[in-house]
């Protein structure tokens, strides 16, 4: 689970990196320059580039409120560096990042402003759940004394 707050609109992806049949779903979804640009390349790099451009398509297409009603395959996007992410058919005012939290995820972020945090807090959710759990028990011992 993923969260932010901002006062402009922000879409965020992640994903577990599995096995998939990385080709086979990029020519499916992705746009021809991105399927090139995969076919090129061998199984683990195509593994590691379809996560990475699933999570900032996903990213760009939540940050518009628009979800899948956006075709995936209708604009592009490319990697250039670890930095540096160019893009084709999608307006001039929307920024990425990706953060690297965990060798098995890729995490993506878009926003309709260039002011990304440069690292982000990773909290165990159960852990927070376990302290809310916590601290209702107390307040319910506490109403009844």
């Not at 992640?14 to 990029?26: M, P, Q, T």
């Not at 590691?48 to 940050?63: A, G």
């Not at 307006?91 to 972020?109: E, G, H, R, T, V």
């Amino acid at each position: 689970m993923v969260c932010t707050t901002a006062n402009f609109n922000v879409g965020i992806d992640i994903e577990k990196i599995s096995e998939i049949e990385a080709l086979k779903l990029a020519k499916e979804f992705f746009s021809a320059d991105e399927f090139y640009d995969i076919s090129n390349m061998n199984s683990d790099e195509q593994i590691n580039c379809f996560f990475d451009l699933w999570t900032l398509k996903e990213s760009y297409i939540k940050t518009i409120g628009k979800g899948l009603y956006t075709p995936l395959n209708s604009f592009s996007i490319k990697k250039e560096s670890r930095t540096l992410i160019s893009y084709k058919n999608i307006p001039k005012n929307f920024y990425f990042k990706q953060y690297n939290i965990d060798p098995n995820y890729k995490l993506s972020a878009c926003a309709t402003r260039d002011e990304f945090p440069q690292e982000i807090i990773i909290k165990d959710i159960y852990a927070i759940f376990q302290n809310i759990y916590k601290f209702e028990s107390k307040e319910k011992i506490n109403a009844e004394d």
